[in-house]
C-alpha cells in the first residue's frame, strides 16, 4: 500500500496549531502514507477574471491531482472555516468536471477555543458534499489550542491528541483503499 497525502492548512501562520496537527500527522504517518504539505502563501483569492492561473496556483492544482487523499488541517474563523482553506477548493472546484476533488477521499482536523473547531468542520463538510469529496466521518480529531496541548511553535504535544491524529490517519488509509476498489 502507497498513499499520497496532500495536506492543505487553513492557517497561513508558521506557528498555527492548525499546521502543528498537520506536521504531527507528516511525521507520525503510517508505513506506506507519504504526506505532503501545500503551500497556500501565495495562492491569490480564486477570480475568474484572471486569464492564467497564477504559478502557485498551478502548484496546488498539480499537487491535489497527485494526491490520492487530502487531509484538511480546519481552523475556526468566526464559526466557520478559514478563508485560505475555502478559497484553495474554490480553485481546485473549477477544473474541468470538479476532476481534482469528485470521489477523493478526505480526513479533517483542527485545534481552536472551546470546541476545537467543531462549527468550522462541519461547515467544512458541507463544502465537501458541493464538491463531491468524500469526508472520513470517523474519528474525529478536534483539539483544544489553548490548554497546553501545543508548544509555543504550534507544535502538538498532547499524548492524547497524537494518539487521535494517528488512529485518524489509520482510518484514512482504509477510506482511501476502500474508495480505491
Given at each position: 500500500?502507497?498513499?499520497?497525502?496532500?495536506?492543505?492548512?487553513?492557517?497561513?501562520?508558521?506557528?498555527?496549531t492548525n499546521r502543528g496537527l498537520l506536521r504531527y500527522a507528516q511525521a507520525h504517518a503510517?508505513?506506506?502514507?507519504?504526506?505532503?504539505?501545500?503551500?497556500?502563501?501565495?495562492?491569490?483569492?480564486?477570480?475568474?477574471?484572471?486569464?492564467?492561473?497564477?504559478?502557485?496556483?498551478?502548484?496546488?492544482?498539480?499537487?491535489?491531482?497527485?494526491?490520492?487523499?487530502?487531509?484538511?488541517?480546519?481552523?475556526?474563523?468566526?464559526?466557520?472555516?478559514?478563508?485560505?482553506?475555502?478559497?484553495?477548493?474554490?480553485?481546485?472546484?473549477?477544473?474541468?468536471?470538479?476532476?481534482?476533488?469528485?470521489?477523493?477521499?478526505?480526513?479533517?482536523?483542527?485545534?481552536?477555543?472551546?470546541?476545537?473547531?467543531?462549527?468550522?468542520?462541519?461547515?467544512?463538510?458541507?463544502?465537501?458534499?458541493?464538491?463531491?469529496?468524500?469526508?472520513?466521518?470517523?474519528?474525529?480529531?478536534?483539539?483544544?489550542?489553548?490548554?497546553?496541548?501545543?508548544?509555543?511553535?504550534?507544535?502538538?504535544?498532547?499524548?492524547k491528541i497524537q494518539g487521535m491524529v494517528r488512529k485518524q490517519l489509520d482510518a484514512l488509509?482504509?477510506?482511501?483503499?476502500?474508495?480505491?476498489?
Open positions: 500500500m502507497s498513499i499520497n497525502v496532500l495536506a492543505i492548512c487553513g492557517s497561513l501562520r508558521a506557528k498555527s503510517p508505513d506506506g502514507m507519504k504526506i505532503h504539505l501545500a503551500d497556500l502563501q501565495d495562492v491569490p483569492f480564486y477570480n475568474a477574471d484572471l486569464a492564467e492561473k497564477p504559478a502557485a496556483v498551478k502548484q496546488l492544482l498539480k499537487q491535489i491531482g497527485e494526491a490520492d487523499a487530502l487531509l484538511f488541517g480546519c481552523p475556526e474563523y468566526n464559526y466557520s472555516l478559514a478563508p485560505a482553506l475555502k478559497n484553495a477548493i474554490d480553485w481546485a472546484s473549477r477544473e474541468p468536471d470538479n476532476q481534482l476533488l469528485t470521489g477523493k477521499p478526505v480526513a479533517i482536523m483542527g485545534a481552536g477555543g472551546g470546541m476545537g473547531t467543531s462549527r468550522a468542520q462541519y461547515h467544512l463538510r458541507q463544502v465537501c458534499v458541493y464538491v463531491n469529496l468524500y469526508p472520513l466521518n470517523q474519528p474525529e480529531v478536534f483539539a483544544n489550542a489553548f490548554t497546553g496541548s501545543f508548544d509555543n511553535d504550534g507544535n502538538l504535544t498532547d499524548e488509509a482504509k477510506w482511501q483503499q476502500q474508495l480505491a476498489r
